[in-house]
């Protein structure tokens, strides 16, 4: 079956860095294009990238734009997010989703989330 | 950005009432209009895609219509266990966005 495992988030300080990672079984990774998304506390959710199956072209949604990568690892069925110069407001439940189709699709799998909390 | 507008916030409704939430696109997104179910504590559980096609394994009092700018996402009998919040999402255009989310509860 589909899993999807997030791993990686903490508490760091504004203007710190963390890489999280999110573990992918049951599906051929290299076949789907993959995002992520977040969730503030007591929010709703905002999309924050995708990377395509392959990882030719990646995108992000203007808040993180410039200071976070989105990327993957086929040969290791691993997505990652890169942040950098965190901000409060980056302080969120990050999701990793698998895109339904090979193409840009629904989201039919997310992983459990991680938190990350930016905090001084 | 497609800006998602969904109504309403919050309902309260009986078990086996029928359930109403609403979609609007603030540009033509054609059918790419996706709905989600969130529990407290849980990821989102993909519900309904391409506006009206019912995600494998889930019960068929779920369904969704509409396209272009107007969508609806509807319980027909309102179940114990459908006590969450809704979304819906576009993937028409990137950045990909959400609506503000419908929170259901037992009356």
């Known amino acids: 079956q589909v899993q999807l495992v997030e791993s990686g988030g903490g508490v760091v300080q504004p203007g710190g860095s963390l890489r999280l990672s999110c573990a992918a079984s049951?599906?051929?990774?290299?076949?789907?294009?993959m995002h992520w998304v977040r969730q503030a506390p007591g929010k709703g959710l905002e999309w924050v990238a995708f990377?395509?199956?392959?990882?030719?072209?990646?995108y992000y949604a203007d808040s993180v734009k410039g200071r976070f990568t989105i990327s993957r690892d086929n040969s290791k069925n691993t997505l990652y997010l890169q942040m950098n110069s965190l901000r409060a407001e980056d302080t969120a439940v990050y999701y990793c989703?698998?895109?339904?189709?090979?193409?840009?699709?629904?989201?039919?799998?997310w992983g459990q989330g991680t938190l990350v909390t930016v905090s001084s | 950005d497609i800006q998602m507008t969904q109504s309403p916030s919050s309902l309260s409704a009986s078990v086996g009432d029928r359930v109403t939430i609403t979609c609007q696109a603030s540009q033509d997104i054609s059918n790419y209009l996706n709905w989600y179910q969130q529990k407290p504590g849980k990821a989102p559980k993909l519900l309904i895609y391409?506006?009206?096609n019912l995600e494998t394994g889930v019960p068929s009092r779920f369904s969704g219509s509409g396209s272009g700018t107007d969508f609806t996402f509807t319980i027909s009998s309102l179940q114990p266990e459908d006590i969450a919040t809704y979304y819906c999402q576009q993937y028409d255009n990137l950045p990909i966005t959400f609506g503000g989310g419908t929170k259901v509860e037992i009356k």
């Open positions: 049951g599906f051929t990774f290299s076949s789907y294009g």
């Open positions: 989703a698998k895109c339904r189709t090979t193409g840009t699709s629904a989201f039919d799998y």
């Open positions: 391409d506006a009206s």
């Open positions: 990377i395509r199956y392959d990882g030719s072209n990646k």
